[in-house]
């Protein structure tokens, strides 16, 4: 046993958990680009990329009348679309349709939504 009363040993046990609970998102946030591997693009055979017509090329999707208001079919890319957000994968954006995969910032789907200004 210790020779500490025990106040001081409970004292101690509450500064440890404390600095454990503070420590842990510290080290998680550190250790997030190093440890995660880079989110796997969209596949062609995607079942929800087929749903919504997603291609990666947007000049050559298939966007019989499903052409958006809000821009220029030829001007309709993943990346200026509200869907989309940065990604560490060069050329490739996150997109909130396809959650832990990253799509083409040059692709289009039949969702494609113009980014308010």
Known sequence: MSDKPMSESRRDAVKLMLGAAVAIPVINL????????????????DPTGVALKYNADATKADRAGAARPGKPAAEQICSNCQFSAVSDVPDHLKCTLFPGKVVSA????????????
């Open 30 to 45: 550190v250790g997030v680009g190093i440890a995660r591997a880079a989110d796997p693009a969209v596949a062609a055979d």
């Open 106 to 117: 040059k692709g289009w789907c039949s969702t494609w939504t113009v980014k308010p200004a």
